[in-house]
């Protein structure tokens, strides 16, 4: 089975500044996507980035950028020019290829954007 | 198409009542899927249907957790005899079954069992 841990439970970060969250996995498939969700409170859920595995080449959206270290299995959030509507609980997440699409997330990490 | 759908926003019931949840998804998705997830977690894996068909459950769904979804479109999530344990937050969310883009989630049906 596949595990995701978020080691930061909360960040706090100044607006306009930087912040990355991190987030490992233990897997031993080969082939699968990961990603970056944002859960704003009291409101759903949205896909923040998307990677597939055997692309090496860090997935960007416009201010969110990934790390992306298949061997360390590592794959970091970071959040430049932070704004205040970033303030949200982010989740990683797990998809194995082939398996229905169905997510494993981490615990999440609480970001506060402070003004 | 306004996204995924969740109904009730919110429940409050008793212990030992029955309760019942539903889930529109997004009308070209054919696959829907019910997490939970409690104050402070991520979401876990509940259950999923690819059109009409459960395909595979979670051992944390214990007898008292029924999933349908008539016909392939909304999905309803019945949970019998509750207890407090079954407090927390269920989402539904919805995907193609073609390519790999991540869920579009519902706003979720908070529980709480007093």
């Known amino acids: 089975a596949q595990t995701v841990t978020q080691s930061q439970p909360e960040m706090s970060v100044q607006e306009a500044e930087t912040v990355t969250l991190s987030c490992t996995y233990d897997t031993s498939e080969n082939n699968y996507y990961l990603f970056w969700y944002k859960q704003p409170p009291s409101r759903q859920m949205i896909l923040v980035i998307r990677?597939?595995?055997?692309?090496?080449q860090n997935a960007t959206e416009n201010r969110f950028s990934v790390n992306f270290q298949k061997a360390a299995k590592s794959f970091s959030l970071k959040i430049s020019d932070s704004q205040l509507g970033d303030t949200a609980m982010y989740f990683c997440?797990?998809?194995?290829?082939?398996?229905?699409?169905?997510?494993?997330f981490g615990g999440g990490t609480r970001v506060l954007v402070k003004p | 198409d306004t996204g995924v759908s969740q109904n009730p926003r919110h429940k409050i019931t008793k212990r030992g009542q029955n309760v019942t949840f539903r889930c529109d998804p997004i009308s070209e998705h054919n696959r829907l899927y019910w997490y939970r997830q409690t104050l402070g977690q991520g979401p876990e894996f509940l259950t999923y249907f690819q059109n009409e068909a459960q395909l595979e459950k979670s051992r944390l769904l214990s007898d008292r957790f029924s999933a349908e979804r008539p016909k392939g479109s909304f999905s309803t999530l019945e949970i019998q005899r509750t207890e407090q344990g079954d407090s927390a937050m269920y989402l539904c969310a919805s995907s193609s079954s073609v390519g790999v883009y991540g869920y579009t989630f519902g706003s979720g049906t908070r529980l709480t069992v007093v």
């Open positions: 990677q597939e595995a055997y692309k090496q």
């Open positions: 997440a797990f998809m194995k290829e082939a398996a229905g699409n169905k997510l494993t």
